[in-house]
């Protein structure tokens, strides 16, 4: 009797010497992602628990529901055992964790914190425009979502009504290849966004960022006609061809700095080609079949 006497007094001692168990699980954030790629940090408090009697099990839990697919916190954390572990995976919106803490007596203590990620949405709709030289014609990226409002930055900053607009109107007098990024509200940055305005003008100069210069010899073409590249592009490089009213008419890979051109267009008329290396456009020009 004595004996048990004795512990429950040195629970009690234990109890005043270390006090009150306190769980602070970090606080509520946003994480910039864009797909498998995002900012990965560390959750959870510095420290996260104190008081009490150490040491700590730490336990991370989630119930998040995709269909009918339930997910737990080990698949977004590396650990969800560790007191400050990391974000491996996103979601496509906010996630709310909850941290549990036991101490060495038993005692437990909960805090919960919400993660919301920034979340880019892209349309597979290209933004092309073929005008007649002094139209005006209105542009918008293809880039959606994030955390808004969402600010715009435009480049090159020629004949258009303001770079910083989500639709501005545009008026060039040759072919511009239009640039958009995307910024959200807590800094997340999109992938660019290109909007090509090709105008129908005797004049062949281009105010574009192309990397590479590219040819069409000879042109008007012929069925021996080559587009020919300055350099070989690296990567994922394809070329798509569109006619005078905008529609594509092919879309090739690239493999070379020569491309055949000449059998590949049936009907007479004027054509756009496109030359990209992923989303970047590395190339463009015109030819005429007649």
């Given amino acids: 009797m004595k004996t048990r006497l004795w512990l429950v007094f040195l629970i009690f001692l234990s109890i005043r010497a270390y006090g009150q168990l306190f769980v602070n699980a970090g606080n509520d954030t946003a994480i910039c992602s864009n797909g498998e790629d995002f900012d990965t940090i560390q959750i959870g408090g510095n420290p996260t628990a104190f008081g009490g009697v150490e040491p700590y099990k730490y336990t991370w839990s989630t119930n998040y529901l995709v269909g009918s697919q339930l997910y737990g916190a080990s698949h977004f954390l590396d650990d969800s055992t560790k007191s400050n572990p990391k974000i491996v995976n996103p979601t496509l919106n906010f996630i709310k ?109 281009q105010i574009n960022n192309d990397l590479i210069k590219s040819d069409v010899i000879p042109n008007p073409i012929n069925s021996n006609s080559k587009i020919l590249l300055s350099e070989n592009i690296m990567g994922n490089a394809t070329i798509q061809i569109f006619n005078s009213k905008g529609q594509s008419i092919l879309l090739d890979k690239l493999s070379s700095d020569t491309y055949i051109i000449g059998d590949k267009i049936i009907a007479d008329g004027f054509y756009i080609y496109v030359i990209k290396n992923g989303n970047i456009i590395m190339s463009s020009g015109k030819f005429v079949k007649k």
């Fill in 97 to 205: 964790l909850k941290l549990t803490v036991t101490d060495n007596l038993g005692t437990k203590g909960e805090d919960s914190i919400t993660i919301r990620f920034s979340v880019f949405h892209y349309l597979t709709i290209e933004c092309i425009n073929f005008i007649n030289h002094g139209d005006t014609v209105a542009i918008s990226g293809n880039m959606g979502q994030g955390i808004g409002p969402l600010s715009y930055v435009w480049s090159p900053n020629y004949n258009i009504s303001d770079t910083s607009a989500a639709s501005p109107n545009v008026w060039p007098d040759t072919t511009v290849h239009y640039q958009v990024y995307a910024i959200d509200s807590i800094g997340c940055i999109s992938e660019p966004s290109t909007c090509s305005i090709y105008v129908n003008t005797t004049g062949i100069s």
